[in-house]
Protein backbone atom coordinates (compact mmCIF):
# COMPACT_ATOMS: atom_id res chain seq x y z
CA UNK A 1 0.00 0.00 0.00
CA UNK A 2 0.91 3.46 -0.81
CA UNK A 3 -0.02 6.32 1.26
CA UNK A 4 -0.94 9.75 -0.59
CA UNK A 5 -1.11 13.50 1.04
CA UNK A 6 -3.26 15.94 -1.44
CA UNK A 7 -2.61 19.30 -1.11
CA UNK A 8 -3.52 22.92 -2.61
CA UNK A 9 -7.54 23.15 -3.18
CA UNK A 10 -9.01 26.19 -2.03
CA UNK A 11 -11.43 29.13 -2.69
CA UNK A 12 -11.54 30.34 -6.54
CA UNK A 13 -13.21 32.99 -8.62
CA UNK A 14 -14.54 31.36 -12.16
CA UNK A 15 -11.69 31.68 -14.98
CA UNK A 16 -8.90 31.05 -12.02
CA UNK A 17 -6.27 28.71 -11.59
CA UNK A 18 -5.60 26.31 -8.71
CA UNK A 19 -2.51 23.85 -8.86
CA UNK A 20 -2.61 20.56 -7.11
CA UNK A 21 0.26 18.53 -5.38
CA UNK A 22 0.03 14.81 -4.25
CA UNK A 23 3.18 13.44 -2.26
CA UNK A 24 3.28 9.65 -2.28
CA UNK A 25 4.97 7.20 -0.53
CA UNK A 26 6.54 4.60 -3.12
CA UNK A 27 9.70 3.27 -3.64
CA UNK A 28 9.22 2.13 -7.24
CA UNK A 29 6.52 5.60 -7.66
CA UNK A 30 8.51 5.93 -11.13
CA UNK A 31 6.89 2.73 -12.46
CA UNK A 32 3.33 3.82 -11.29
CA UNK A 33 0.32 5.43 -13.58
CA UNK A 34 -0.86 7.96 -11.42
CA UNK A 35 -4.59 9.44 -11.72
CA UNK A 36 -6.40 12.40 -10.27
CA UNK A 37 -9.72 11.76 -9.13
CA UNK A 38 -12.69 14.31 -8.20
CA UNK A 39 -15.70 13.69 -5.93
CA UNK A 40 -18.64 16.23 -5.91
CA UNK A 41 -21.09 16.15 -3.44
CA UNK A 42 -23.99 13.95 -4.20
CA UNK A 43 -21.63 12.20 -6.97
CA UNK A 44 -20.08 9.40 -7.61
CA UNK A 45 -15.87 9.81 -8.08
CA UNK A 46 -14.82 10.17 -11.29
CA UNK A 47 -11.12 10.27 -13.00
CA UNK A 48 -9.65 13.77 -14.52
CA UNK A 49 -6.66 12.86 -15.06
CA UNK A 50 -3.80 10.24 -15.56
CA UNK A 51 -0.05 10.35 -16.53
CA UNK A 52 1.88 7.15 -17.13
CA UNK A 53 5.13 6.49 -14.95
CA UNK A 54 7.71 7.52 -17.53
CA UNK A 55 5.21 10.95 -17.54
CA UNK A 56 5.28 10.96 -21.92
CA UNK A 57 1.94 9.97 -21.78
CA UNK A 58 -1.38 11.31 -20.38
CA UNK A 59 -5.12 11.25 -20.59
CA UNK A 60 -7.80 13.45 -19.58
CA UNK A 61 -11.70 13.12 -18.87
CA UNK A 62 -13.26 14.98 -21.77
CA UNK A 63 -14.56 17.79 -19.11
CA UNK A 64 -11.27 19.19 -17.94
CA UNK A 65 -9.53 18.42 -21.68
CA UNK A 66 -7.54 21.29 -22.42
CA UNK A 67 -8.29 23.40 -18.97
CA UNK A 68 -6.08 20.92 -16.79
CA UNK A 69 -2.49 19.45 -17.27
CA UNK A 70 -1.02 16.31 -15.13
CA UNK A 71 2.61 16.27 -14.47
CA UNK A 72 4.65 14.47 -11.95
CA UNK A 73 8.21 14.69 -10.28
CA UNK A 74 9.68 11.13 -9.98
CA UNK A 75 12.69 12.20 -8.08
CA UNK A 76 10.56 13.76 -5.45
CA UNK A 77 7.12 11.30 -6.04
CA UNK A 78 5.25 14.11 -6.53
CA UNK A 79 1.88 14.48 -8.89
CA UNK A 80 0.48 17.77 -9.80
CA UNK A 81 -2.49 19.10 -11.56
CA UNK A 82 -2.93 22.59 -13.06
CA UNK A 83 -6.38 23.22 -13.45
CA UNK A 84 -7.18 26.53 -15.18
CA UNK A 85 -10.04 28.44 -16.59
CA UNK A 86 -12.18 26.46 -13.78
CA UNK A 87 -15.84 26.38 -13.41
CA UNK A 88 -17.93 25.94 -10.95
CA UNK A 89 -18.63 22.61 -12.03
CA UNK A 90 -15.10 22.17 -10.75
CA UNK A 91 -15.85 22.15 -7.34
CA UNK A 92 -15.01 18.91 -5.36
CA UNK A 93 -12.68 17.13 -3.38
CA UNK A 94 -9.71 16.06 -5.28
CA UNK A 95 -8.00 13.21 -4.89
CA UNK A 96 -4.51 10.98 -6.14
CA UNK A 97 -4.46 7.45 -6.57
CA UNK A 98 -2.39 4.69 -8.29
CA UNK A 99 -3.78 2.67 -11.03
CA UNK A 100 -3.43 -0.90 -11.82
CA UNK A 101 -3.21 -2.53 -14.82
CA UNK A 102 -6.81 -2.33 -15.79
CA UNK A 103 -7.22 1.21 -14.72
CA UNK A 104 -9.01 0.53 -11.11
CA UNK A 105 -7.41 2.76 -8.04
CA UNK A 106 -4.40 0.47 -6.45
CA UNK A 107 -3.80 2.17 -2.78
CA UNK A 108 -6.22 3.61 0.28
CA UNK A 109 -7.75 7.00 -0.44
CA UNK A 110 -6.19 10.11 1.03
CA UNK A 111 -7.67 12.95 2.55
CA UNK A 112 -8.14 14.66 -0.64
CA UNK A 113 -8.03 18.15 -1.26
CA UNK A 114 -11.13 20.66 -1.52
CA UNK A 115 -11.58 22.97 -4.48
CA UNK A 116 -14.14 25.07 -4.54
CA UNK A 117 -15.04 27.69 -7.88
CA UNK A 118 -17.59 30.43 -6.75
CA UNK A 119 -17.92 33.75 -7.25
Known amino acids: QVQFVESGGGLVQPGGSLRLSCAAS????????MRWYRQAPGKDREMVAS????????NYAESVKGRFTISRDNVKNMVYLQMSSLKPEDTAIYYC????????????WGQGTQVTVSS
Open 97 to 108: NRADNQGSPRDN
Open 26 to 33: AFTFSRDT
Open 51 to 58: ILGSGLFT
